[in-house]
T-cell receptor, first 114, second 112 residues
Framework: EPEVTQTPSHQVTQMGQEVILRCVPI?????FYWYRQILGQKVEFLVS????????KSEIFDDQFSVERPDGSNFTLKIRSTKLEDSAMYFC????????????FGPGTRLTVT | EDKVVQSPLSLVVHEGDTVTLNCSYE??????LLWYKQEKKAPTFLFML????IEKKSGRLSSILDKKELFSILNITATQTGDSAVYLC????????????FGQGTRLTINP
């Protein structure tokens, strides 16, 4: 069964460093998402991406964040200058259509900022 | 503001018991509600509900939606230790592309 994959599974970085989290969505899916979950808190939407552009972003997704689909398979989330409060589990998700279709989640990347 | 509220936040039962998890929502332009199971990492999809009163069933799990009262329930019968997980309710919010608005989750623990 096709699945969303994410790398790395765990990333430790120092405050102020740049990190890139990578995702390979399901191959025929068209809509891509990043969510994050701070330990013990709700899963929160960060950004949605369709047709090579951001379709929606949350208040969390400020200028320090960017997303890219550099080729036909990868979908990346970059945090330019990490802060302690960026420590969280970051989930990538994809879906076939923008409506009435479940989102499939990757296993997540645990980001620890020290 | 869109809101999804789950209850209880935590539930501990014995193997074999039946549990009911609740999800209420206030979302503009509601279209569907999704249930996910989160064990250690990624939420895995369980059900999508779009119509009131129609039960979705998968093995010992079932779910139903009430669009008039704005809630859904997830039932698990004859629980097993493998059902221990956090169960998440999410409602898609559409603005160009759907984003999921999640509830806090219900942490279900099944004791042998």
């Amino acid at each position: 069964e096709p699945e969303v994959t994410q790398t790395p599974s765990h990333q430790v970085t120092q405050m102020g460093q740049e990190v890139i989290l990578r995702c390979v969505p399901i191959s025929n899916h068209l809509y891509f998402y990043w969510y994050r979950q701070i330990l013990g808190q709700k899963v929160e939407f960060l950004v949605s991406f369709y047709n090579n552009e951001i379709s929606e972003k949350s208040e969390i997704f400020d200028d320090q964040f960017s997303v890219e689909r550099p080729d036909g398979s990868n979908f990346t989330l970059k945090i330019r200058s990490t802060k302690l409060e960026d420590s969280a589990m970051y989930f990538c998700a994809s879906t076939l259509t923008g409506d009435f279709y479940e989102q499939y989640f990757g296993p997540g990347t645990r980001l620890t900022v020290t | 503001e869109d809101k999804v509220v789950q209850s209880p936040l935590s539930l501990v039962v014995h193997e074999g018991d039946t549990v009911t998890l609740n999800c209420s929502y206030e979302v503009t332009n509601f279209r569907s509600l999704l249930w996910y199971k989160q064990e250690k990492k990624a939420p895995t999809f369980l059900f999508m509900l779009t119509s009131s009163g129609i039960e979705k069933k998968s093995g010992r799990l079932s779910s139903i939606l009430d669009k008039k009262e704005l809630f859904s329930i997830l039932n698990i019968t004859a629980t097993q230790t493998g059902d221990s997980a956090v169960y998440l309710c999410a409602v898609p919010r559409f603005q160009g592309a759907q984003k999921l608005v999640f509830g806090q989750g219900t942490r279900l623990t099944i004791n042998p």
